[in-house]
């Protein structure tokens, strides 16, 4: 099965894609996830993208369909797609790939001021990519990722302006794949706000895998 996670910056896609794939056996694919490794390890597409990324802005479709590409050869059982399409030139693209099937799209959907307060208060590991909050879900030693002990750090795209720019960003390129997939008859909308587990909850139960 291959899903695509569609929601605003802080909608908790990452979240979500990190608990479906451990219960259903998918693989989790970020495009975020993957451009700041390219960061952290220095690579030619990671300093090519490093600014862009900071001030909220989306990479090259070029850039992300090279990485999302190299990720799905390896998922074998279904893979979720977070943060990816993110214009209807990627989902185009995404179509045209001979062996790729998409058979569900999930909205989550969150009112902005919760995006906002989930932005500013997220802190991130960038050696495993787990995110806490300091509010919601603070991990047990201040500072320190519970999953793997590294240092945890505010991303230089959760400070105030770059916020803004790209819940910009998503209203104007990313929104307009909601109708898309919706006139495909692909798109399962849910609410993201309530407790992590409860929003699992309605994901599973929209595409219809309670297990
Ligand atoms: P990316 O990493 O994909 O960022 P994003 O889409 O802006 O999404 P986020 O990671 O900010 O939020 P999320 O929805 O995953 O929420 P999370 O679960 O972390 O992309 C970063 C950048 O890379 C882009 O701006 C762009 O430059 C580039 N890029 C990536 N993909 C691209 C593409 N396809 N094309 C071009 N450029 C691309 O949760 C957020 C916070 O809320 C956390 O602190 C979490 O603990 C908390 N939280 C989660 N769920 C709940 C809940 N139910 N209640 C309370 N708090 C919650």
Known sequence: MNLVLLGAPG???GTQAKLLCERLGLSHLSTGDMLRAARESGTAVGR???????AGQLVSDDVVMALLQNG???ATKGAILDGFPRNLQQANRLEQLPTFHLDHVVSIDVPVEALVERLSGR????ACGAAFHVAFSPPEREGICDSCGAALVQRA????????KRLEVYEQSTRPLVDHYSKKGLLRA???????????QRIVKSIGVER
């Open 11 to 13: 909608a908790g896609k």
């Open 48 to 54: 090519e993208v490093a600014a862009i990324m900071d």
């Open 72 to 74: 799905l050869r390896d």
């Open 123 to 126: 802190r991130s590991c960038l």
């Open 157 to 164: 795209d959760d400070r105030e302006e770059a916020i803004r």
């Open 190 to 200: 849910v609410h993201g706000t309530g407790e992590v587990g409860e929003v699992t």
